[in-house]
């Protein structure tokens, strides 16, 4: 059974690097894939942990050309919003020194900014169009060494899985990154500050 199941297995490596391994079944006229990426929270800068997990829900916010009406307005919204949000960690990296009354400023102009950006986003449109297009299963996961993306479509479909994945590794655009972040920390609440078992796992 072994030997059957290796010689339906088809491995390369394109000259970018990219290794591909196809498992061949025709039991039904279904594609299934799963991009793997060789990076994990074991990966993160140290005062960074948890970027590994965050980029991991930021790839299905779309790119340059899906999830926005108007990139270019988009992105000068980012860049102010960037700009009060630096200011901000700026002003609470002094500790003890800092301005609170400046800091209560900032976080009100960051909240305006934050809704501001949201004008241009075209709200779950990489979800739409996989979902238009008969996707199922769609989910992502994040490892110490591994984030993994997956979801499966309808065999003819193969092209646009190529076309979608590429340009959100390629031109991704970290849109409602604070919004996205709020989701991440209830997430770490729930499954690892709450759990006895997810403090164990991570110490």
């Known amino acids: 059974m072994l030997s059957e199941f290796e010689d339906k297995v088809t491995t390369f490596t394109l000259d970018n690097g990219l290794t591909f391994v196809v498992v061949e079944r025709h039991d039904a006229p279904v594609a299934s894939f799963a991009t793997y990426a060789d990076v994990g929270s074991v990966d993160e800068p140290v005062g960074q942990t948890g970027i590994a997990h965050m980029f991991e829900h930021m790839a299905f916010k779309g790119t340059t050309t899906i999830g926005t009406e108007n990139i270019e307005r988009e992105l000068e919204l980012l860049g102010k919003q960037e700009e009060i949000a630096r200011e901000l960690r700026l002003e609470r990296a002094k500790g003890a020194q800092a301005d609170t009354a400046r800091i209560n400023e900032l976080e009100a102009q960051l909240e305006k900014a934050t809704e501001r950006a949201k004008e241009p986003v075209v709200q779950n449109e990489f979800d739409r169009i996989l979902s238009q297009a008969g996707m199922q299963g769609m989910n992502a996961s994040t490892s110490a060494d591994a984030t993994r993306y997956f979801y499966s479509l309808p065999a003819n479909k193969i092209e646009l899985f190529f076309a979608l ?32 078992q997810g403090r164990l796992v991570e110490e």
């Open 165 to 196: 994945e590429s340009d959100r590794f390629k031109n991704p655009v970290l849109r409602e990154f604070y919004t996205e972040r709020d989701v991440v920390m209830e997430e770490r609440r729930t499954r690892t500050e709450s759990s006895p």
